[in-house]
């Protein structure tokens, strides 16, 4: 007697249909610039995928000319990224047009070698515990500092 339902049935993974490699045949690109955004998508390397509307940017603080690094301030938490040539990262979020951030992985993409593009080296999310102003249990988030 068959099975009826065999083809329904979950197959075990074999070893050769395990993904060998993460990484992609496109570029890494750190951020793209659109007309009309209105989510800013912040892809990290382990951790996952924010996608924030831009109603709740509070503000960005930045170190101007160096572009290593800046922070989003939400609402809700605080986004650190540092890289270098930020500069245009910086400038499309302030005019609320990047569409997304990502931190380089080099899991999926090889090693840029463009040495004057946006590069993003990390993201960090700090939630804040209390959201409300002058709340008692707000984490102290770093402000951008200069290059060394």
Same mark, same amino acid.
Do not use: C, G
């Given at each position: 007697?068959? &099975?009826?339902?065999?083809?329904?049935?979950? %197959?075990?993974?074999?070893?050769? &249909?395990?993904?060998?490699?993460?990484?992609?045949?496109?570029?890494? @690109? /750190?951020?793209?610039?659109?007309?009309?955004?209105d989510r800013l *998508? @912040?892809?990290r390397s382990m951790n996952p995928t924010r996608?924030?509307?831009?109603?709740?940017?509070?503000? @960005? /603080?930045?170190?101007?000319?160096f572009g290593t690094n800046f922070a989003?301030? +939400?609402e809700f938490m605080v986004v650190v990224v540092r890289g270098r040539n930020l500069q245009p990262v @910086?400038?499309?979020? %302030?005019?609320?047009? /990047?569409? +997304? *951030?990502?931190?380089f992985d080099p899991d999926r993409?090889?090693?840029?070698?463009d040495e004057?593009?946006? +590069? *993003?080296?990390s993201i960090e999310v700090l939630e804040q515990e209390d959201a409300s102003p002058g709340g008692e249990n707000r984490r102290e988030i770093p402000a951008p500092s200069k290059p060394h």
């Open positions: 007697m068959t &099975d009826p339902l065999a083809k329904f049935r979950k %197959q075990p993974l074999t070893p050769s &249909d395990t993904p060998r490699s993460l990484k992609t045949s496109e570029p890494y @690109i /750190a951020f793209d610039a659109k007309d009309n955004v *998508i @912040i892809r996608s924030p509307r831009y109603l709740y940017l509070k503000d @960005i /603080a930045y170190d101007a000319e989003l301030y +939400f @910086i400038l499309a979020l %302030q005019k609320n047009a /990047a569409e +997304f *951030i990502y931190e993409w090889e090693m840029p070698t004057k593009a946006p +590069f *993003i080296h």
